[in-house]
């Protein structure tokens, strides 16, 4: 079934009214009648089956038949920090984060990212990132959208990062020492619930400036297995690795 | 240290003869002069630490220094099938199913793979998805490079996947009930050293007709998290649990 996100304002008792861009879709895509069914999520991340009463003004009317039961939603609370990247990377990471379950997915200004994104750069983007992962959050069925932010400053990440329970940045030059600590040494000890920030170097990695910043902000240092990944492909292991151990494993 | 593939033939006692790209890229791009170190892999898995001696006749002359001892391969043999994707995702799926540590990546024709491959478009594109596993091995610092074949069909798959001890695909409808089998199920069960097949659908999924014949031929239905993946997610999931399970955990 269909599935909108659908702004708190737009709820009342046991209806629902959609507009805009979900309007446009539900009609004109979708070409939905009343009768129709379709999931509406609240941003409080419960979900109502509803169905369709009437489409007039621009407007969809739709009330609410009953509210699911449904986990679709990481028990951690992890925030994606990632060294802004080349080319389209960063849009990538985006979806495919959101895919994987992260709540937050923040990008950062490191000393070894070729580009450099200025505020006007990021405000004409801001829209688009966040239509991203709205659809993201609709194709794999998420609850909650996750909250997007950038390009920000690695002194902003790690004030940022100091309301945290775990702080972890993954470490090339550990993948290559087997003696080094484990991603499972720390995931061993986190409980549900508990809130997750993990910092990703840009193509070059860290320099060691950050690095030394990183480890006097109470970060650890990880490998993510014994392979060096690419930056785009460290966020990604480190979501799945965090669902199958607490969403399949346990 | 740069890292090259070097061909079973080009190994003599403690010489290795480097030519074709390779050479070019030591001497060409990299700019190397005698006496610069490489590492070169042998096609058996081993990594020698050379130097290099002279260059000439389009040929680098390297010495072999000492043999690493280096685990960066899944103690798991994984082979990954991908029902035909859309577009680039193919290939994109060689390059992150290889660095996340995939031993053999095979592409098939789904009933619902929008677009249709020949065999001889085929022809024209495997040097290149060769390359593809090739650079990505070097990058990751693999010791093999995987190997890559398609567009095979349902039943060649089938047929191929007999050899193997355990096997698995990817069912979307399992992500939605929580009482269903978990990854974690059967990993529980794989020792190090078996041989794992896994299975999974293009975009559309598979076919009732399709899960049929998985069915049938002995793979197991499993969920990867609770959130619906796209079809390029899947393996990535899939490599990444098994490397933080088998390689992080153990």
């Known amino acids: ?13 046991d209806h629902v009214t959609i507009t805009g861009d ?26 109502a089956h509803c169905k369709i009463a009437k489409v007039e003004n621009e407007t969809v009317f739709a009330d609410i038949l009953h509210w699911l039961d449904s986990e679709t939603e990481s028990p951690i609370s992890i925030t994606i920090a990632q060294g802004l990247p080349k080319g389209d990377k960063w849009e990538f990471i985006l979806q495919k984060a959101t895919e994987l379950g992260a709540s ?21 983007k801001i829209a688009r990132w966040g239509k991203i992962v709205k659809e993201a959050s609709e194709q794999s069925h ?9 390009v920000l400053s690695l002194q902003a990440l790690l004030e940022e990062s100091q309301s945290y329970q775990w702080k972890f940045f993954a470490y090339e030059e550990e993948a290559r020492e087997q003696q080094s600590s484990k991603l499972h040494d720390y995931f061993s000890k ?6 997750v920030f993990v910092c990703i170097g840009p193509e070059g990695g860290f320099s060691v400036n950050e690095v030394e910043q990183l480890k006097a902000a109470s970060f650890q240092a990880v490998r993510l297995g014994p392979r060096i990944l690419r930056t785009e492909t460290a966020p990604l292991y480190v979501l799945s690795s965090l669902s199958y151990y607490f969403e399949e494993m346990r």
């Open 1 to 13: 079934m269909q599935r909108y996100f659908i702004q708190k304002g737009n709820w009342q008792d």
């Open 22 to 47: 979900d309007y446009h879709h539900i009609v004109n895509v979708m070409r939905m009648e009343p009768g129709a069914e379709i999931l509406c999520n609240h941003p409080d991340g419960n979900v």
């Open 104 to 124: 937050r997915i923040v990008t950062f200004q490191a000393e070894r990212s070729v580009v450099k994104w200025d505020d006007k750069k990021v405000s004409k």
């Open 142 to 150: 998420r609850n909650q959208i996750p909250t997007v932010d950038g």
């Open 190 to 195: 986190i409980n549900k619930g508990d809130t």
